[in-house]
């Protein structure tokens, strides 16, 4: 029998409606950050959506979009007629060491790529 859902969802997740950051992204960041820090187990059944939204007072939508890109990166897996689960068998490339992927490039290392002399010039032009 899955697991049934904890609070520590609804506690984690805070929304600042203030911020920039769109507020699914806000659901997602939470969600995410609970899964890789391991305060949420795999098997673990999440809410449901038109819970959590009330609960987080958000739009249904708001948590379905966030659900969704969970769902889309390996986070979460939904079974039809029972919900949404943390995914039983997580990336292994998402645990190791503590990373997390920020959906983000990593900085440049290195010396910087050479111009053509084509931009060479726009970069004069536009200096």
């Known amino acids: 029998m899955p697991k049934q859902p904890g609070g520590v969802v ?3 997740i805070t929304i600042d409606h203030k911020s920039p950051t769109p507020i699914h992204m806000q659901v ?8 890789l820090s391991g305060n949420l187990d795999p098997g673990l059944r999440l809410p ?28 979460l897996e939904g079974h039809v ?4 689960y943390v995914s039983s ?7 190791a060491d ?14 910087a790529p050479r111009l053509s002399a084509r931009s060479q010039l726009f970069e004069r032009a536009v200096a």
Do not use: F
Request: proline share 6%.
């Open 10 to 12: 609804l506690e984690a």
């Open 28 to 35: 997602y960041d939470g969600i995410r950050d609970l899964v």
């Open 81 to 84: 007629g029972s919900g949404t």
């Open 48 to 75: 449901a959506t038109r819970r959590l939204a009330q609960e987080l007072a958000v739009s249904r939508t708001t948590v379905v979009q966030a659900y969704d890109k969970l769902m889309s990166e390996g986070y």
């Open 89 to 95: 068998e997580l990336p292994r490339e998402l645990l």
């Open 98 to 111: 503590g990373k997390h992927l920020n959906n983000r490039l990593a900085p440049p290392t290195g010396p």
